[in-house]
C-alpha cells in the first residue's frame, strides 16, 4: 500500500506526486466521501462526513432514473429484452454519472471537498472497450478543459458519454446484464469443458450461471468474433465507473471479479483461472485486468476533466468498485450470526464466513471487507418486477399490503395454497424459461403429489387476488429458507435492504417462515452507502500504508438497526408443513420443467 496501484494492461501510473491535491489527514478529517450505485434501474448516490454519517437532508442524496431521466435510451426497467437476451446500452452509465453530477452541482453539492469516491454495480454485467475508446477518453480527460480566466472551453458542451459515442468506445455496445438468460449452451460448454460443473464450483465459488460474465464473453467471441477481436479490455459494470473517474483502465477487485467464473476463489491474491480462461475464449487473458485487486485499494485520482468540470479535488481518491451485494455488505456492517434480504430487482440472500464452502446451489463470493473472507450468496431474479406483476396496475402498495394482512381469504399459510412464481427465468432453482402465471399447489397434498394444480381448475380459479398477493410473499421466504439451510446457515437474525424493506406485511412474512427477528437500517440504499464506507476505508488504509480492519472504521458509529418484526411462534408449524411441501417440490424436478 505504499503508492497506488499500476494496473498491467494500461501502463499508466497514477501516482500522488503528480498531483497539485494531494489529500492530507488533516483534509480526510474535514471531507466528504462519496458512494455511487449503478443499479439495474437507476444511479444513486450517499454521501458521508468525515465521521462516517450521511451527509446531506436525505440518505440518498441524488438518484437518475434511467427509464424516466435518460428515455433517449429506450429501455424498460433500465434494460432491452430480446426473449432472454437482456442488455443494457453502455454509454447509458456514463451519461447517468455526468447527469447525476449535474443535479448534485445544481444542488450545490460541495464537490471540492470530496476526498474519496467509490461505486457499487449490479454484478456480473460486462463492458466490452475498444483501443480506440479508451485512448478517446485517456485524451479527453486528461486535457485542460478551461480557457484563459478558468472558463470552461469544451465541458459545458462536450461530455465524456459524448466523446464515447464519437470514438465508439465500446465494441459490444449494449452490455449483457444481471438478467441474461441466453447463454444456457455456454454454461453447459464451460462446465463440461473445465471437468463438470463441481469442479467449476469448487474452482470458482460456482456453478456456471447463465448470468455471469464468462458464458456471457463465450457467447459474444462465438457469435461475434469480430467485436471480439476488436475488444481491448473487458470490465465489470462497477469497474467501468471506477475507469471513467480516473480516466484510465481500472481493475475489477476480487468481490465483484470472483462473480465473473473467471478466477480461483480461494487463491490470495486472487488470480484468474487459467482453466478457465482456456475453456471461455482465445485470448482472454490479454482482455482483462492483470489480476483483481483488493476491494480497498486505490485505482487513482479524480481525473482532470470531473476536476475541472465538478470541482473535484486534484487529489480525490477513486477507490476499488466493486457489485452491489458486496457494498451492501459494508453498507449493513455485517456481524457474525447476520443474515441479509436484499429485495430489489433480484432478490438476493447473503453473509459472511472465513470458509469458502462452494456446492451447486448458490455461490461463494470472495468478501469486499478483507483478505481471504468469503461472502456466500444465494441470488433470485424474480424480486420486485414479480411481486410488482402479481400486484398489478390497479391496486397500489397500499391496497397490497392491506389485501395481505386483512383478507380473509389469506391468513398465513395461505389456506393451503402454495405458489410459485417463474415469470422471469429463474437462477435457483435453475429455470431456463418462464411461465405466464404462478404455479400453484395444495401443500397439504405436496408430499404425496408435488404437481402443480391444473390452472383450469375450480381451485386455481377460485384463487383471490389477495391469496395471490400472499403467494408471492410467501415464495419467497419459503425458498430462502430452504435454499439457506441447503447452505449450512443458520441466522440469528435477518437485516433487509432494498426497495422491499419497506413492506411491514414483507418483513412480517419473514419473522414468520425464517422465526427470526427482522432488522432494518434508516438507509435502505445500503449498496451506495457501502460504497461510501468503503471510500472512506480505502482513504483510511492509503493514509496508514497498510490494510485496517473495516470494522475499526466503523465501530464508532451508534447502530441504526431497527426490529420491525418478531416471530409469532403460533405460525411456526404451518410454516414448516410449507417449507417441507416446497422442499419436495422443487426436489421433483416439476419446476424445472417447460410450461
Not at 505504499?2 to 503528480?18: E, F, L, M
Request: proline share 4%.
Amino acid at each position: 500500500m505504499d503508492g497506488i496501484p499500476v494496473d498491467g494492461r494500461s501502463g499508466v501510473r497514477h501516482d500522488a506526486r503528480h498531483d497539485s491535491g494531494n489529500v492530507g489527514k488533516d483534509d480526510a478529517d474535514a471531507g466528504l466521501y462519496l458512494g455511487l450505485d449503478v443499479s439495474t434501474q437507476s444511479i444513486k448516490a450517499v454521501v458521508l462526513d468525515a465521521q462516517g454519517k450521511v451527509y446531506g437532508a436525505s440518505s440518498t442524496y441524488s438518484t437518475v432514473s434511467f427509464d424516466s431521466e435518460l428515455s433517449m435510451y429506450g429501455t424498460q426497467g433500465g434494460v432491452h429484452r430480446d426473449g432472454t437476451r437482456v442488455t443494457s446500452p453502455s454509454v447509458m452509465f456514463v451519461h447517468g454519472i455526468e447527469l447525476l453530477f449535474d443535479k448534485m452541482r445544481a444542488n450545490g453539492f460541495p464537490f471540492d471537498r470530496v476526498r474519496a469516491v467509490s461505486a457499487s454495480g449490479q454484478q456480473h454485467g460486462s463492458v466490452f472497450w475498444t483501443r480506440r475508446g479508451i485512448e478517446a477518453m485517456r485524451q479527453f480527460c486528461g486535457h485542460s478543459h478551461s480557457g484563459e480566466n478558468g472558463a470552461s472551453v469544451n465541458s459545458a458542451s462536450t461530455c465524456l458519454y459524448q466523446e464515447l459515442q464519437r470514438a465508439r468506445a465500446f465494441a459490444v455496445e449494449a452490455s449483457p446484464v444481471w438478467m441474461d438468460a441466453s447463454t444456457s449452451a455456454h454454461c453447459d460448454a464451460i462446465e463440461k469443458l473445465a471437468g463438470g460443473a463441481d469442479f467449476v464450483a469448487q474452482l470458482t465459488g460456482s456453478r456456471a450461471y447463465e448470468r455471469y460474465t464468462a458464458p456471457q464473453i463465450m457467447k459474444i467471441a462465438i457469435e461475434r468474433p469480430l467485436d471480439y477481436r476488436n475488444t481491448d479490455r473487458i470490465m465489470l459494470i462497477s469497474t467501468l465507473i471506477a475507469s471513467i473517474l480516473i480516466g484510465d483502465y481500472a481493475s475489477d477487485d476480487v468481490a465483484d471479479g470472483s462473480g465473473m467464473l473467471l478466477a480461483e476463489i480461494q487463491s490470495e491474491p486472487m488470480e484468474w483461472s487459467d482453466t478457465m480462461l482456456r475453456c471461455v475464449a482465445p485470448d482472454l487473458r490479454t482482455k482483462l485486468c492483470e489480476r483483481p485487486v483488493h476491494s480497498y485499494d486505490i485505482q487513482g485520482r479524480v481525473n482532470r476533466y470531473f476536476v475541472e468540470k465538478y470541482g473535484f479535488p486534484a487529489g480525490a481518491l477513486v477507490s476499488a468498485s466493486s457489485g452491489d451485494n458486496p457494498n451492501s455488505v459494508a453498507g449493513l456492517r455485517l456481524a457474525a450470526g447476520d443474515l441479509v434480504m436484499s429485495l430489489g430487482t433480484s432478490d438476493t440472500v447473503f453473509g459472511l464466513s472465513h470458509e469458502a464452502t462452494p456446492t451447486l446451489v448458490g455461490h461463494v463470493y470472495r468478501s469486499p471487507l478483507a483478505p481471504k473472507q468469503f461472502l456466500p450468496l444465494i441470488c433470485y431474479s424474480n424480486g420486485s418486477l414479480t411481486r410488482e406483476s402479481v400486484k398489478g396496475t390497479a391496486c397500489s402498495w397500499s391496497e397490497f399490503e392491506a389485501l395481505v394482512e386483512n383478507d380473509a381469504s389469506s391468513p398465513p399459510g395461505n389456506n393451503g395454497i402454495l405458489g410459485v412464481f417463474f415469470l422471469v427465468s429463474e437462477i435457483v432453482p435453475r429455470v431456463t424459461h418462464s411461465y405466464d402465471d404462478a404455479l400453484f399447489f395444495d401443500y397439504a397434498e405436496a408430499s404425496t403429489s408435488p404437481e402443480p394444480l391444473d390452472p383450469a381448475s375450480d381451485r386455481v380459479r377460485s384463487i383471490t387476488h389477495a391469496q395471490r398477493c400472499r403467494a408471492v410473499l410467501e415464495y419467497r421466504a419459503i425458498a430462502a429458507a430452504q435454499h439457506m439451510a441447503h447452505l449450512g446457515v443458520t441466522p440469528k437474525r435477518i437485516l433487509l435492504t432494498g426497495g422491499g424493506a419497506r413492506s411491514q406485511v414483507f418483513a412480517q412474512i419473514l419473522a414468520d417462515v425464517l422465526q427470526v427477528e427482522i432488522f432494518t437500517q434508516p438507509e435502505h440504499n445500503s449498496a451506495a452507502l457501502g460504497a461510501a464506507l468503503r471510500a472512506r476505508h480505502a482513504l483510511l488504509c492509503h493514509q496508514a500504508g497498510t490494510y485496517i480492519a473495516f470494522g475499526e472504521t466503523v465501530n464508532h458509529l451508534a447502530p441504526t438497526e431497527t426490529c420491525v418484526a418478531k416471530p409469532r411462534r403460533e405460525y411456526a408449524d404451518v410454516y414448516n408443513v410449507m417449507k417441507q411441501a416446497y422442499e419436495r417440490i422443487e426436489g421433483s424436478g416439476v419446476l424445472g420443467r417447460p410450461g
